[in-house]
């Protein structure tokens, strides 16, 4: 193993702001900001909607919003189209059946210490790591 | 009003993600190559959000109810059962095929990306299937 690419500041000031939005949507809106049931309950059901909608514009302005700094946002995707496609259906499928993703159950679950979020995570990334010495980066 | 506080909670969660490098499928992978090269930038993601969110979380939940909706929504769950591991196991696959995982995923469409949304498409297909998959196990 080597210690490659490593930016604990900025990976660290970007979670700060991740928990900080976190903790807006919870205090105002009184919801746990876990983006897979965010994106799913605005496509499956109508409560709600506007706010989910809005929630994921406002992810989408967030780049933007960061792009006026003047730096580059840097974004590779090598995946041939079927795998790419897989992977993209596992993720919706598996959030879905799982309840939760990364923010879900990674960052809200652990934070209320719920074991059921603490055992997601700790499957989901250890899967993610077996699917990657198998497939490679 | 809650219209509002989700768009700037979802600028502030969009900027997070941009900043940390998470909308880079690429450096996303690194963390999960553990065992070749190894990018540990992501473990310092999710410590940072739980330091904050955390504390905050225990503190507020307190409060009678949220600023601007009627009442916390919390989840109530708290059994480990197959779904829970299944899914958790085919999201962990995916993400580790490709990179990204939802909110990223989302973030990324501003990044003018075909693949992005193409995989984000997919993933809403996928949305829908997990639900039929829900509602035949039950």
Not at chain 1, 17 to 31: C, D, H, T, Y
Not at chain 2, 20 to 45: E, H, I, Y
């Amino acid at each position: 193993m080597v210690i490659i690419n490593f930016t604990p500041l900025s990976a660290f000031t970007g979670g700060l702001l991740i928990g900080f939005a976190a903790f807006l949507f919870f205090v105002f809106n009184g919801r746990m900001a876990g983006v897979s049931s965010i994106a799913s309950d605005s496509v499956l059901k109508d409560h709600n909607r506007y706010d989910n909608l809005l929630f994921l514009i406002g992810l989408i302005i967030g780049p933007i919003l960061y792009s006026f700094s003047g730096k580059e946002i840097e974004s590779i995707i090598t995946n041939s189209l079927p795998l790419l496609i897989l992977g993209g259906l596992l993720v919706g499928v598996g959030t879905k059946i799982g309840n939760g993703c990364t923010s879900g159950h990674g960052v809200c679950g652990i934070s209320r210490f719920s074991i059921r979020s603490i055992t997601a995570t700790i499957v989901f990334i250890l899967t993610g790591v077996f699917t990657v010495l198998i497939f490679g980066v | 009003m809650t219209k509002l506080s989700s768009l700037i909670a979802g600028i502030i969660f969009g900027l997070g993600l941009t900043i940390s490098g998470m909308v880079n499928p690429t450096k996303v992978l690194g963390f999960l190559n553990v065992f070749d090269a190894w990018d540990p930038s992501l473990m310092f993601v999710m410590i940072g959000a739980i330091l904050i969110f955390s504390p905050l979380y225990f503190i507020f939940k307190r409060k009678s109810r949220p600023i601007f909706a009627k009442i916390f929504i919390i989840p109530s769950n708290k059994n480990i059962d197959k779904n829970l591991i299944i899914g958790a196991s085919m999201f962990g696959a995916g993400w580790g095929l490709v990179g990204l995982c939802p909110g990223p995923a989302f973030s990324a469409i501003s990044l003018l990306n075909i693949n992005v949304y193409l995989f984000v498409l997919v993933m809403i297909v996928g949305f829908y299937l997990g639900k039929l998959f829900q509602t035949k196990s039950r």
